[in-house]
């Protein structure tokens, strides 16, 4: 794909935050819970890999895609409570969660791990 391909959708007419930022105010209406920081992270990668498929057939579904998986994701409990300031310091917080994915990843593939060290990419930032 080319980078061209990436900066807006339908010819032009909309941007992919515009999608991005429709879903979250959805997802925000049909729940009690509105939008927390850092939701944006989820379904921004979750699109990203909708619209990046390499099969033109599904790029006009990507936005329900998204829509679909981000619902479907921030229905399991685990994931929904890192998003609350309350845990943040707990085992069950963000914080905690992303040092376990960190070492998970170190584990599963050093390579990567010692290159995203090397490039102090963490994933807090």
Not at 62 to 79: I, N, Q, R, W
Request: proline share 3%.
């Amino acid at each position: 794909s080319s980078s061209s391909e990436c900066s807006a959708v339908d010819d032009g007419s909309e941007k992919h935050w515009e999608v991005v930022e429709r879903i979250l105010f959805i997802y925000a209406k049909l729940n009690a819970r509105s939008y927390i920081q850092g939701m944006n992270e989820i379904l921004g990668v979750l699109y990203y890999v909708f619209v990046l498929d390499s099969s033109a057939e599904w790029l006009p579904h990507a936005e329900a895609d998204a829509f679909y998986c981000f619902v479907a994701l921030m229905s399991t409990p685990a994931l929904r409570e890192c998003f609350f300031k309350n845990v943040d310091d707990t085992t069950a917080g963000i914080g905690s969660q992303l040092s376990n994915l960190t070492r998970k990843l170190q584990n599963h593939d050093p390579k990567v791990g010692a290159l995203l060290d090397e490039q102090q990419l963490r994933p807090q930032y």
